[in-house]
Nanobody, 118 residues
Framework: VQLQASGGGRVQAGGSLRLACVAS????????MAWFRQTPGRERDFVAS????????VYDNSVKGRFIISKDNAKNTVSLEMNYLKPEDTAVYYC????????????WGQGTQVTVSS
């Protein structure tokens, strides 16, 4: 399975962007799909996750109320709608997949840059 992320770009503070992550390859049956982000010199931080079959959603407090994670099982796609963006949201955003029975996210997309200017 491979994950392909897209949708990053540059936007002014208060604006919106929508990221998408498409899975391809053999049978795709994750337990969880998630978005993480990383800035230079820092580890990847969790942003949001969605359970592939139950739809249960978890957000980091820093994005709660501004970001919306969603999925389309038929298209093997998970999206992240980012609203009211702030300069501190600037980062490379990665989508990730965690398989059933695994304790960590094992499959990662290539990352997409999001830059928010003040």
């Amino acid at each position: 399975v491979q994950l392909q992320a897209s949708g990053g770009g540059r936007v002014q503070a208060g604006g919106s962007l929508r990221l998408a992550c498409v899975a391809s390859g053999r049978t795709f049956n994750p337990l969880l799909m998630a978005w993480f982000r990383q800035t230079p010199g820092r580890e990847r931080d969790f942003v949001a996750s969605i359970a592939w079959w139950t739809g249960n959603i978890v957000y980091d407090n820093s994005v709660k109320g501004r970001f919306i994670i969603s999925k389309d099982n038929a298209k093997n796609t998970v999206s992240l709608e980012m609203n009211y963006l702030k300069p501190e949201d600037t980062a490379v955003y990665y989508c990730a997949s965690r398989r059933p029975g695994r304790s960590a996210y094992e499959i990662w997309g290539q990352g997409t840059q999001v830059t928010v200017s003040s």
